[in-house]
């Protein structure tokens, strides 16, 4: 599908503000122009969806997630930045693997299976982009994603 990515991101954004059950503020550091990319709309809102449901799911109320987009280059970027517990320095590029789970005992009173990042990297991957997370334990937690934006080149759109 080809989409402004722009009013893409900001409608899943709407869809979780409105949905929401915790206090925690919602802040949009978005491009005012559109940026058009093609995606797979259904994988990409998926990995969206999970890296906002982590983001709410430990956070504290109180709390607040920063979503930032920005082009450069030949790429998009995304964050999705969380003010919550936060990720031992030594696990954070552990929470991509399957079934992983940074903490047994909080995970069980948590839900959810371990998979979603796992899901979220293979869809990523097959778009061409990365993801990563950046954390500071006790402070919070920045997930990045990127995806090629290649419309420029696409002669049917010069
Ligand atoms: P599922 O997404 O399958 O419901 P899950 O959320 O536990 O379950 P992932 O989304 O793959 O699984 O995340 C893996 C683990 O990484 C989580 O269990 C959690 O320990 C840690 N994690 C992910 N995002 C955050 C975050 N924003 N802050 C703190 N820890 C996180
Ligand atoms: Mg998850």
Same mark, same amino acid.
């Given at each position: 599908?080809? #989409?402004?990515?722009?009013?893409?991101?900001?409608?899943?954004?709407?869809?979780?503000?409105?949905?929401? +059950?915790?206090? #925690?503020?919602?802040? /949009?550091?978005?491009?005012?122009?559109?940026? &058009? $990319?093609?995606?797979?709309?259904?994988?990409?809102?998926?990995?969206?969806?999970?890296?906002? +449901?982590?983001?709410?799911? &430990?956070?504290?109320?109180?709390?607040?997630? !920063?979503?930032?987009?920005?082009?450069?280059?030949?790429?998009?970027?995304?964050?999705?930045?969380?003010?919550?517990?936060?990720?031992?320095?030594?696990? #954070?590029? /552990?929470?991509?693997?399957?079934?992983?789970? $940074?903490?047994?005992? /909080?995970? !069980? +009173?948590?839900?959810?299976?371990?998979?979603?990042?796992?899901?979220?990297?293979?869809?990523?991957?097959?778009?061409?982009?990365?993801?990563?997370?950046?954390? $500071?334990?006790?402070?919070?937690?920045? $997930?990045?994603?990127?995806?090629?934006?290649?419309?420029?080149?696409?002669?049917?759109?010069?």
């Amino acid at each position: 599908d080809f #989409v402004d990515f722009v009013k893409f991101f900001d409608r899943i954004i709407n869809r979780f503000e409105m949905s929401k +059950s915790k206090e #925690v503020e919602f802040i /949009r550091e978005l491009p005012t122009t559109p940026i &058009y $990319v093609e995606i797979d709309t259904d994988k990409i809102t998926q990995v969206i969806d999970n890296i906002i +449901s982590n983001a709410l799911k &430990y956070s504290p109320d109180g709390g607040s997630i !920063r979503f930032k987009l920005t082009n450069i280059d030949d790429e998009i970027l995304v964050e999705i930045k969380d003010t919550g517990m936060g990720i031992p320095k030594e696990n #954070v590029d /552990r929470i991509f693997d399957r079934f992983y789970r $940074v903490d047994k005992a /909080r995970a !069980r +009173s948590m839900g959810g299976t371990g998979l979603g990042l796992a899901i979220s990297r293979e869809m990523i991957n097959a778009h061409g982009g990365r993801i990563w997370a950046e954390s $500071v334990e006790g402070k919070g937690t920045s $997930v990045f994603f990127t995806l090629p934006n290649n419309a420029e080149e696409d002669g049917e759109w010069e």
